[in-house]
């Protein structure tokens, strides 16, 4: 029997074929995923980089407008959507008539940059779930596919009265689709759980951030309370 790819393709029957092209499609967009989610998560720890070096002079001397205009150019940076949330929440809390405690600026602060951090985590697993989704049913599609593969080869040793020739083809469409649906479910699932790793890292990073940014608005809101009462 010719092993060639196009042999094989021409040998197998419609349900195999079927599963093969489905196969395809599953890699395709995992590896679309994979690639697109490596882009993310690079420009997001590079920008974060950049803007805890921008950002320390800033805030040392209390320029949060300025601060603010920083975090908007690294847009793709994690911990600049937390700090944003927190430096913009104190401010708009300093700013209110309303907020007589200076500790309710710091709360709203905090509450604010831990919604934003919620919500980052959330748009770093966007399209996680594909890869898991494809990592556990890619090899039960190829379990179909072997499944009819093996029907095939017991129907032509039926019509044919048995021998070799009679059940190669499915056999081969069996094995084929056996080894695609491993090769698809592997690179899935070993990329899931390395992203994973990278969001689980990023949380303690926005986490850290966070709990330095209030202990910052802390100091800042004392220091104010002490200005107006002196």
């Known amino acids: 029997m010719d092993m060639s790819p196009a042999a094989l393709w ?6 195999g074929k079927t599963v ?3 196969m395809v499609a599953m890699s395709i967009y995992s590896l679309w995923v994979m690639v697109e989610r490596f882009i993310v998560f690079t420009q997001a720890k590079n920008q974060s ?5 921008a950002l320390s002079n ?11 205009e920083v975090t908007k150019k690294y847009k793709n940076s994690h911990l600049a959507k937390v700090i ?12 209110d008539k309303r907020t007589v405690d200076p500790e309710l600026a710091v709360e709203a602060a905090r509450q604010g940059m ?11 697993k966007e399209n996680l779930g594909v890869l898991a989704t494809i990592g556990a049913t890619a090899p039960f599609v190829g379990l179909f596919g072997t499944v009819m593969g093996i029907i095939r080869a017991f129907e032509g040793m039926a019509k044919s009265g048995g021998g ?23 690179p899935a699932v070993w990329a899931y759980n390395y992203f994973q790793n990278r969001i689980d890292r990023f949380t303690v990073e926005m986490s ?3 709990s330095e940014m209030a202990i910052y608005f802390m100091k800042e809101a004392g220091g104010a309370n002490e200005k107006a009462v002196g």
């Open 10 to 15: 021409a040998s197998m029957g419609p349900v």
């Open 20 to 22: 093969a092209v489905v």
């Open 49 to 53: 980089l950049k803007l805890l070096g």
């Open 58 to 68: 800033l805030l040392t001397r209390g320029e949060y407008g300025q601060a603010i």
């Open 84 to 95: 944003a949330a927190g430096l913009l929440e104190f401010e708009a809390s300093r700013r």
């Open 114 to 124: 831990d919604r934003t951090a919620m919500i980052t985590v959330a748009e770093l």
């Open 164 to 186: 070799i020739a009679s059940v190669s083809a499915g056999i081969a469409e069996a094995l084929i689709t056996t080894a695609g649906g491993l090769l698809v479910a592997i």
């Open 208 to 210: 850290n951030s966070g």
